[in-house]
């Protein structure tokens, strides 16, 4: 089997094994080959000890940083692709469920491909000797299953952030889930608990970004992972049909989630709680969704304003799309366009006049906020108005200034 490979990739093999070294592409690269897709990205595995990675990229003037020392990583960078290089190892075993505690260089790639989750991502291919798998991860590729590389408790009992990580493969390629792993996931669960906010959102990120990701979603509800990480936060019996079209971006498509799951905005931080978004992306879905909450009730031009006033000036681009694939069209979209596309203020700095035009005319303190919360309600009626002489005039002759 002959599998097309970069020419930076096959200078590194052919000078690694110029030098005695044997040398692999290895994992989600040989995965993405095999289906007949580009990968992102390029591991290697060797028999090479770290330092030696970096003594044969000193000596063909390649970059090489030690990114992953406690694990054998060394990154080289050959023409302008960054290669992640590994020595093969034997991941020592730890209690809680996490990531191995040590690790042991091997000489032996079976051994290193024995530590890896799934039998998909347990390949290894080097053009001379061709595809090394022992694990029948090509047979698994063709049926479309996901196996693990051994017993699925043991494997999972290694690091619980594997049961995610199976679901993300499925969801990603559309595999089913091997039946007896399926129950492991099942009865592991619970220990998804263990897991840092971190790489939680990252798992679940990728899988609401796929395109099958109402497959899994439908997996991590069957399985209980989702009634694990959200609590109080059910799917089951929920229309998700529009996620789909939301952009496959994470923070739209937590939003879409928090629109579609959540009955009122104060929902949202007990359902975004487990994967610790940032402050101002969960701020952001917080806008949107009170935004298009109270516009779909606001029974005039003014309460619409309102409405859409939290929302910051670059915001409204986002909120037009939002808007057209949350609901079902209604009368009030064209007058949201309306409002966006005529620049009409909707907030105080929009207005043609600020606090020192009012310091001049004499109010202080309090007065001033009040005076100007005044002035945006008179231009949300009559948005013509928004100019300083205007302004000023209302001031003296309605507001008495």
């Known amino acids: 089997m002959q599998l097309k490979i970069p020419e930076s990739i096959q200078l590194v093999i052919d000078n690694f094994e110029a030098n005695d070294f044997e040398i692999y592409l290895v994992g989600g690269c040989v995965r993405d080959l095999l289906l007949g897709t580009q990968p992102q990205d390029f591991d290697m595995t060797t028999n090479a000890l ?27 960078i050959v023409a302008d692709l960054a290669i992640e290089i590994t020595t093969y190892r034997i991941d020592s075993k ?206 005039n031009v003014v309460a619409l304003k309102r409405a859409l006033a939290p929302l910051a000036i670059n915001e409204r681009e986002d909120f037009v799309q939002f808007m057209r694939l949350a609901i079902e069209p209604v009368a009030y979209f064209a007058e949201v366009e309306h409002i966006f596309s005529k620049r009409e203020p909707l907030r105080i700095e929009e207005l043609a006049i600020g606090g020192h035009d009012l310091l001049a005319l004499g109010l202080q303190g309090a007065a001033i906020g009040e005076t100007l919360n005044q002035l945006l309600d008179y231009v949300y009626q009559l948005p013509e108005k928004n100019t300083r002489a205007s302004l000023i005039k209302f001031c003296q002759e309605e507001l008495k200034v």
């Open 50 to 76: 770290p330092q030696d990675v970096v003594r044969l990229a000193e000596k063909f003037a390649w970059q090489a940083t030690v990114t992953g020392e406690k694990y054998g990583t060394v990154t080289v």
């Open 94 to 299: 730890n209690g809680d469920g996490r990531r191995p505690e040590e690790v042991v260089f091997t000489a032996d790639i079976v051994d290193d491909l024995a530590r890896r989750d799934f039998t998909i991502n347990a390949c290894a291919y080097t053009p001379a000797r061709g595809l090394v798998d022992p694990f029948g991860g090509q047979e698994d590729l063709a049926a479309g299953i996901i196996r693990t590389v051994g017993e699925p408790e043991l494997r999972f009992n290694e690091d619980y952030l594997r049961m995610l990580r199976a679901v993300r493969f499925a969801t990603r390629l559309h595999f089913i889930i091997e039946p007896v792993m399926l129950m492991a996931i099942k009865k592991l669960a619970p220990k998804v608990a263990v897991l840092s906010y971190e790489r939680l959102r990252k798992e679940l990120g990728e899988i609401i970004q796929a395109e099958h990701c109402l497959y899994g979603l439908k997996l991590l509800e069957t399985t209980g992972l989702w009634q694990q990480i959200f609590p109080q936060t059910m799917i089951t019996d929920i229309d998700l049909q529009r996620l789909p079209f939301f952009p496959k971006n994470e923070d739209w498509r937590w939003l879409a989630l928090a629109w579609l799951l959540c009955p009122t905005a104060s929902d949202i931080d007990i359902f975004l709680a487990p994967i610790a978004l940032s402050e101002n992306r969960k701020h952001w879905i917080k806008r949107m969704y009170n935004s298009l909450q109270q516009a779909d009730v606001a029974m």
